[in-house]
């Protein structure tokens, strides 16, 4: 049984970058330091803003909380689909985390 599509999201849109990096890299003219923070970037978002998204669904209905971080969510992937530079993609790979 696979798990709801609410818990599969961060893991997915983790998976999304963490494959393709040599890619992402010539593309975007990275360095492999600079690489390693498109993941993390990701991850420290990501964490720090678990439990705000948590009290803002006490506050507000969690399904208004949840419409609006897939929004949110949906809305930075895309960007990062047309990013050029390197500060873009690590700006909008911290926001897609905060969705």
Known sequence: M??????????????LVTTPPPQI???????????????????????ATLLTGGRL????????????GFFALGTFSLGLGFVKNKVGLLLLRALSAAG
């Open 2 to 15: 696979s798990p709801p599509l609410p818990f599969s999201l961060p893991s997915f849109a983790s998976f």
């Open 25 to 47: 890299a010539t593309a975007v003219g990275m360095t492999p330091t600079e690489l390693i923070w498109i993941v993390n970037a990701y991850a420290l978002v990501l964490a």
């Open 57 to 68: 669904a006490d506050i507000w209905s969690s399904k208004w909380v949840f419409i609006i």
